[in-house]
C-alpha cells in the first residue's frame, strides 16, 4: 500500500473572515478543500493565521477593562491561546459535519492548543513592527502607551495602532503529542495564529508579548513531523516577480535557488507574500522530496496534483 502523504496547510487568517458570523461561513467553504485532499489520500494538519481574530479578542479585553477597573489587562499570548481556542472550535466542527456528508467516519479532528517556544534575545523584540487591533487617534493611542506600555505607531495615514514583535519560532512545545495524534490518523488543527509565544525560564513557559508569523511557524511543524508537503494558502493562485508591471510573469514550478533570487532582487512584498515564499523555500530545502505550494484554498487539490500554484522544491 503507497504511504499516504503527509501535508501540512498554512490557511491565512483573513481566510477565516472578520466576525463570528463571517468564520462560520468561512469555515465550511476551508472545510470542503481540506475534505478534498483528504479523499486524494493525503495525511493533513492544519495551521491557520489570527490576524483579525486575535484583534478582535485584544480589542474586548481592553473594553473589559474600560468598564470594570479591577479587570487587569490581558497579556497578548493569552489573546492568542483564546482566538487558537474558538477558531480551531468551529473548524474542527467544520471539519467533522464535511468528513460525515462524505461518509467519512473513522478519522478523528481535533485542536491542539500549541505553545511555540521563541528566543527572548531575538532581534525583533528591539524592532516591534506587526500592526495588531483596531486604528486609533493620536490621543487615544498616547493613552494606551501610558496605561499600557504599549508601543503605537502610526499606520499609513489611516490612525495609530499598537504594534508587537514577530519573532522566529524555534520549538512547538506540544510537537511530540501532535505527531502521535497525526501517526494515529487524526486531522490535527495545531500552531493556530502561529503558536502561543512563549520563552523558557527553568522549566517555567512564560508568554511573550509578540506574534509568531504562521507561516515560519507552519513550516517548523511541517519539517518536525517530517511532512512531504507544505501548502501555504493565499489570496492568489501563484506567486509573482514584476507582480503589477507590465512584464508580471506568474511562477509555476521552481527551484529554491530560483525563488532564492527573486528574493534577493526584492520581487516580493515584506509582510506579504515575501515570509511566504521564505517559508516554502525552507521547508523545501530542508530534506530531498519535500515540497512548498503556494496558491488559493480551492486550488489545494489541483496544486497537489501538479494542476496550478507556485510550486518550490530542491
Known sequence: MEKKKRIVIALGGNALGNTLPEQMKAVKITSRAIVDLIQEGCEVVVAHGNGPQVGMVNNAMIALTHEDPQQPNTPLSVCVAMSQAYIGYDLQNALREELLNRGITDIPVATMITQVRVDPDDPAFEHPSKPIGRFMTK???????????YIMKE?????YRRVVASPKPQEIIEIGTIRNMVDSGDVVIACGGGG????????????????????????????????????????VEKAAINYGK?????????????????IDEGHFAPGSMLPKVQAAVEFAESKPGRQALITLLEKAKDGILGKTGTRIHL
Open 155 to 159: 499606520d499609513a495615514g489611516r490612525g
Open 246 to 262: 507590465p512584464n508580471e510573469k506568474w511562477l509555476g514550478d521552481i527551484t529554491v535557488a530560483e525563488a532564492k533570487q527573486y
Open 139 to 149: 490621543e487615544q493611542a498616547d493613552v494606551m502607551a501610558e496605561k499600557y506600555d
Open 196 to 235: 502561543i509565544p512563549v520563552t523558557r525560564q527553568g522549566n517555567h513557559l512564560k508568554g511573550a508579548s509578540a506574534v509568531i508569523d504562521k507561516d515560519f511557524a507552519s513550516c517548523l511543524m511541517a519539517k518536525e513531523l517530517d511532512a512531504d508537503f507544505l501548502i501555504i494558502l493565499t489570496a
